[in-house]
């Protein structure tokens, strides 16, 4: 999200992480901007009986939990790395400082978090009403669109992650999945899904 020579100019520091490692709890105090440099996070909430809902996954490049520092809330989720992953940490104060004499940085922060907002909105409303077919493409779509990739689009997502973005069992996902392709709404091809 921001780029590394600006960075640069700023305390950040490089941390590694394993797999499985917690990067923040839901709860805690917001300290820190992080962005992944390599592998993958997800950020996630827990019900009472223990079901996970992932709020989203986020990859090199790519930033994570900067609502909290905007609005000086806690965490609303936790942070957790899905694979062995190394992040830049930049403070609070030095984010906002970088935003401050970065404004096209900034702007790139508000699309950022209007897109994540317009995403929450629909996720929240398909999972409340629709059935699973209509949750499942709608997710899809929703990528598809966002990668503004027009002819056959290949979906980068595991049945995991689709049921843990909306709400489904892995195995109703599986299941609906191949309804969805009988229906010719998708493709399979080798295990993949294509739009």
């Known amino acids: 999200m921001i780029p590394l020579h600006i960075l640069e100019q700023y305390p950040i520091t490089q941390k590694s992480y394993s797999k499985n490692t ?20 997800k ?3 827990l019900n009472d009986d223990g079901k996970e809902f992932a709020q989203g996954f986020f990859k090199a490049g790519k930033s994570f939990g900067e609502p909290p520092l905007f609005g000086n809330f806690n965490y609303p989720a936790s942070a957790i790395c899905i694979e062995d992953s190394e992040l ?11 935003l401050k004499t970065h404004p096209e940085v900034h702007l790139k922060f508000t699309k950022t978090l209007c897109n994540r907002m317009l995403y929450k909105s629909k996720i929240m409303q398909e999972i ?24 056959l689009y290949e979906v980068k997502m595991t049945r995991q992650q689709i049921s843990d973005l909306t709400g489904l069992r892995v195995e109703t996902v599986i299941r609906t999945i191949k309804q969805l392709e009988k229906l010719k709404k998708l493709k399979l091809k080798q295990h993949k899904v294509y739009l």
């Open 128 to 151: 409340s009403i629709h059935p699973p077919e209509h949750r499942i493409l709608t997710l899809l779509n929703y990528f598809k669109n966002l990668s503004g990739h027009d002819g």
């Open 88 to 98: 830049y940490i930049l403070p609070k104060s030095s984010f906002f400082n970088l």
């Open 43 to 45: 950020m996630f909430n």
């Open 22 to 41: 917690i990067v923040f709890n839901e709860g805690e105090n917001a300290k820190f901007y992080f962005q992944v440099n390599t592998g993958e996070i």
